[in-house]
């Protein structure tokens, strides 16, 4: 294979996402403005059809919401903002967390936009509604020694182990989402040039670089690609054992059972590699520009969302450099595993001043250079000379 990324080189047309077997459809007996919502993300915004049918299950519950009120989506001109307000409240009651129902408000007003561009209502009941602020929580990551070891974790013989381990590889050593990976066909994948062509979000295609030790499972995986026993013409690169594409769900059941018999103390699901990917990308050295496009990111802020670096990491970077941290000039560095002095039992905390040891920021002091003390004039030497008494004494 000979396609390239290089501009004015002659590319493959572009090729339309294959569906996941696994994808939920959407829900059924949606209003007609609904259906009409929905095949407008799939046939002009590109969307997959899991992100589709997310879509469709957060607007369909919403649905439920105002029927139980006597309301429906087939009249949107009769929605008004209490009743998303309202049924945010339920959402609240019924304890789904914060990120969920951020996510179920972005359905509903991408819906209210579409609406509002067809002229079925004059504004969106969303205005002013704003999304639950919640607390910010990066996913689990593997460490180096635990990725080395989940992606080793198989039978260099057994056919579905190098499937298993070809695919662990994948995801860890070219960061690719599942979605991403399940869905590549064999024409996609250039060994040779160690490049896999991938449809990302959005119908966004992007080429991903593996390294050698990926490409070597790939290539021990295709040798035995014919034991999955694939009808004719069958193009995914990735088979089931019933010779289909495999999907997201058996890609998931793979990597937990890999995780256990790796003896890795956690589940690891699929994006956790692709996470793992690019913490240690960046923990390595690499700038946040490089792993934006290798993680196939519009924006910037997406990447420093989700990649972090590790706190420990950051406090030795801190302290090695710092002129106020522990390794700074006139501080003595903690070694590792040293316990610093803590106050007894039910002592008050003081915080002390960086340049004043002891003293609190109010009443520190700077600090002066040291004079020489000057010598105390010598006492007069007494006189014989008489004094007379003062007035009014006798």
């Known amino acids: 294979m000979s396609w390239t990324n290089d501009a004015g080189k002659k590319r493959r047309p572009n090729r339309a996402r294959t569906a996941d077997p696994a994808e939920p459809a959407p829900p059924a007996g949606l209003p007609g403005p609904v259906s009409d919502f929905l095949d407008y993300l799939a046939g002009q915004k590109g969307?997959?059809?899991?992100?589709?049918?997310?879509?469709?299950?957060?607007?369909?519950?919403?649905?439920?919401?105002?029927?139980?009120?006597?309301?429906?989506?087939?009249?949107?001109?009769?929605?008004?903002?209490?009743?998303?307000?309202?049924?945010?409240?339920?959402?609240h009651r019924l304890r789904m967390g914060k990120a969920s129902m951020g996510r179920k408000l972005s359905s509903l007003r991408g819906l209210f936009r579409f609406l509002q561009h067809k002229k079925l209502v004059p504004k969106s009941p969303l205005a002013g509604v704003k999304n639950p602020k919640g607390?910010?929580?990066?996913?689990?990551?593997?460490?180096?020694?635990?990725?080395?070891?989940l992606v080793e974790a198989g039978d260099d013989l057994d056919p579905r182990s190098l499937r298993d381990m070809a695919l662990a590889e994948l995801l860890y050593?070219?960061?690719?989402?599942?979605?991403?990976?399940?869905?590549?066909?064999?024409?996609?994948?250039?060994?040779?040039?160690?490049?896999?062509?991938?449809?990302?979000?959005?119908?966004?295609?992007?080429?991903?670089?593996?390294?050698?030790?990926?490409?070597?499972?790939l290539l021990a995986y295709l040798?035995?690609?014919g034991a999955f026993s694939p009808a004719p013409g069958e193009r995914a690169f990735f088979l089931g054992s019933r010779g289909a594409r495999l999907n997201r769900r058996q890609a998931a059941r793979i990597l937990a059972d890999m995780s256990a018999g790796a003896g890795l103390p956690q589940r690891v699901h699929p994006h956790m590699l692709r996470h793992s990917f690019a913490t240690h990308l960046l923990q390595a050295g690499a700038d946040l520009r490089s792993v934006?496009?290798?993680?196939?990111?519009?924006?910037?802020?997406?990447?420093?969302?989700?990649?972090?670096?590790?706190l420990t990491q950051i406090m030795r970077t801190y302290d090695a450099a710092h002129p106020l941290g522990a390794a700074g000039p006139g501080h003595a560095a903690v070694p590792d595993g040293a316990v610093p002095d803590t106050p007894a039992p039910g002592a008050k905390k003081r915080r002390t001043h960086p340049e004043a040891p002891g003293k609190?920021?109010?009443?520190?002091?700077?600090?002066?250079?040291?004079?020489?003390?000057?010598?105390?004039p010598k006492p007069a030497a007494p006189t014989t000379k008489s004094v007379p008494p003062a007035r009014g004494r006798k």
């Open 47 to 91: 969307y997959s059809p899991a992100t589709v049918a997310a879509y469709a299950g957060d607007v369909a519950q919403f649905e439920e919401h105002l029927a139980r009120r006597g309301l429906t989506l087939a009249d949107p001109a009769r929605i008004a903002r209490e009743h998303v307000r309202g049924f945010l409240a339920e959402l």
């Open 135 to 149: 607390e910010k929580r990066h996913p689990g990551v593997l460490n180096a020694d635990q990725a080395k070891a």
């Open 173 to 217: 050593g070219a960061g690719l989402r599942i979605s991403e990976a399940v869905t590549l066909d064999l024409l996609d994948v250039d060994l040779s040039q160690g490049l896999a062509r991938v449809l990302g979000k959005g119908g966004k295609q992007r080429l991903a670089p593996m390294g050698e030790a990926a490409r070597e499972r």
């Open 223 to 225: 040798r035995v690609r």
């Open 292 to 310: 934006q496009e290798l993680l196939g990111h519009s924006r910037l802020a997406t990447t420093q969302r989700y990649t972090h670096l590790d």
């Open 360 to 376: 609190t920021p109010a009443t520190a002091a700077p600090a002066r250079k040291p004079t020489a003390k000057k010598a105390s």
